[in-house]
């Protein structure tokens, strides 16, 4: 395996010094049309701070736009995007399959979560099985999985979102924040490391250039009362400005709240005797089973505060810092029995503690500063974040003797509070032989401190007596990357890059009280990666553009998977402080065609081949541990077209995985062959906008083909707690502009009113209506 990366390694060296020359000898022999290139390049860059263009749309062909209701607006627009290069792009030229989730597209919609406003983007799969209430929501790209570990990189304005803790990210903050969501599809660890596997997901948030205030206040609920979450509330306030066109500064507040649903069964094995009211159901493997009742309405609250200012120190230099505390609780209400004795009283039966369930929440503050400055012809850009995770924590009930009851009664508290320190220097150099060069160097430091109590009261946070756990550990990594833009001609860029990292981890600390064997002390560890990336870029005709790419990624594993153990009853969940890193090597095709007026297509072709892939071991039933056990792949294509007739906007996208398995995996061989689990084969997305005047109406449809929770695929039962079930989804979305400053609408979710399980009980149809106002 280290021949191999250095074999990738001299190749890589050796492309970019034969690219250079072929390039040097092509400006030879036409420097006219190379010297256009690099300006067309450069345009922009020397004229304003990227962080200034950040979150706008640029106008690259202007057609006459006309006004008046139901008036054609026949305006072309090439959306710029920044994470593909670590510099500005159009859509068009960027060397990889991109997406740009716009703030208009996020209106279109009821979006509720950040990530929802990624669930109609080709490629992405956004797991998220009862809307605002999922605590284990998650994204993947082109199939890559998040297992054990989370595989997709996740910035906000350009800094690391992923937790030192598990490497996830909870996807709180409020969506009026966005400017803009840029997806980049296929293995970028060459500009970004480790995480960057699946691809990168970059939120950017809003700078106004003016002044700008924006009020959002609604209320839905779901249609049949208890089915969806009850009692939505959501209010935005936010204000922004520039000021003697130096001082740019914008400040928001966001909140929102639901009443719930009951999302979470409770079962029995059997039917406690001496009850009725028990629904024979089954497992998600077969196995006879009974429903007895829900853990109660599942509610949820969260806010978001952003802060931002910059200063232009002149049109080449700008600082820009901000601030971005989110806080978030979930929680049940009492649980419901369906079971009543022979008096017809409602019993709660085997016990109480069948029908609980956990409750919880999170803080952060998010501390960012970006400088960015033209020495000579180079931009250089700093950029500095600090992720601080306050609190992470969850309160559960014994479930074992001696037993929670649901007044109270013992059970345990976890909290696992992290940081993560960042800093990237980033220079952009044009070259003189149709070069632009991307150089840099990356530094982050991650740091955790996992505690386990016990509590006299599992619904009193404060109610802790003994410590029972503690597990610490820090984490650094140290990086270098380049990346070379070469115009081998004018219709022709290739991009090669590539990156080295160094991961280190120090300071593993295990200690469970009272268990033998513990404390434990963990060595320092090293390991290296380096991550080559190749990408061609060629627009043979007007309006056609031919993508092609390889490249390899990694992921380091994260401070849960290596010190951070844990107890399910009698089955002992180790961590592994050997891990090594994950690795994957993958390639694309795709080719992209302006067809007739307002009409585009595109279809792209993928594979991934995974090596180290990390599992929990399952040879015993009281004795798992993580190892690097697992190989896999998966192949597919994902096809999109869009079409612009007038008033109309129609557009759909499909996703398919025609492989997706386990090639290799000694810690579960039951596994191999099997599916990846919790990966759709198929997914379908597509819908139809209406503009007329100041009227709007959206409606988009969505199929999410089967998965499987389990590695050897054995939870093949559907309409079942715990089940992953196929389902189609129906949304739409009215709105009007009632004067100028006011916009009412109206929106209906799961319009036929789908029931099904996303492991847990999928919200039913639901409406939310909004009032917005912006001055």
Known sequence: MKSLRVLIFISCLILLCASAYGAEQQAAQTPDAGKEQQKGKEAGNSETPPAVREGKEANVKNAPKSTGAGAEAETSLEEVIVTATRSEKTLDNVPGDSHVVTKKDIEKRNIKTIDEALSMTPGVYDRRGKGLLDTRADVSIRGVPSGSGYRTLIMKDGIPMNTAYNGGYDWVGAIGDVERIEVVEGPFSSLYGGNAMGGVINIITRMPEKSEFVSKTGYGSSWYRGTAMDDLWRSYVSYGNRIADKF???????????????????????????????????????????LVGDKGDNKWWDYSILVKAAYDFSKDTRLLVSYNRTRSKYDYDNPHTWLTNA???????????????????????????????????SRAKLSLGINDIQKNWYSSPNTSAPYATINGGPGKLSESPSQNYYADLQFTIPLPLNNILTVGGTFRHGNLESKEYSLSNWRVESSTTALTLKAEGKDYNYAL????????????????????DLWM?????????????????YDSRTEAAVSPKFALVYKPLDGTTLRASVGRSFRPPSLYELYRTWTMGSTEYKANPNLKPETMTSWDISIGQKLWQGAKAKVTYFENYFEDMIYRNALTSTNRILLNAGGAETKGFVGEVE???????????????????ITENPAIPASVGKKITMQPDEIYNG??????????????????????????NNDVVNGVPGSYDPFFLLNAKISYTIMKHATVSFAVDNILDKRYYSSYLAPGRSWFTELTLKF
């Open 248 to 290: 740019s500064f914008f400040v928001s507040y966001g909140f929102q709240s639901t009443n719930g649903y009951p999302s979470d069964m409770a079962t029995s094995s059997a039917c406690p005797a001496g009850t009725t009211g028990c629904v024979r159901t089954t497992t998600t493997s077969g196995s006879t089973t009974y």
């Open 481 to 500: 990357f380049i990346q070379d833009e070469i115009g081998i001609m004018k219709n022709l860029t290739a991009y090669l890059g590539v990156r080295g």
């Open 643 to 661: 079409q612009k007739i007038r008033w109309f906007r129609l557009f759909a996208n499909a996703t398919w995985l025609t492989v997706s398995k």
């Open 343 to 377: 008096a017809g009283v409602p019993v709660y039966r085997p016990r109480e503690a069948t029908y609980l369930s956990t409750f919880g929440g999170g803080e952060a503050n998010l501390y960012t500063a970006v400088f960015d400055t033209l020495i000579g012809s």
């Open 687 to 712: 819908g139809v906008d209406f503009t007329y005047g100041p009227f709007f109406a959206n409606v988009n449809g969505s199929y999410i083909g089967k998965r499987y929770s389990n590695d050897t």
């Open 505 to 521: 981890t120090s300071d593993g600390y295990m200690e469970r009280v009272g268990v033998a064997g513990y404390p434990q002390n």
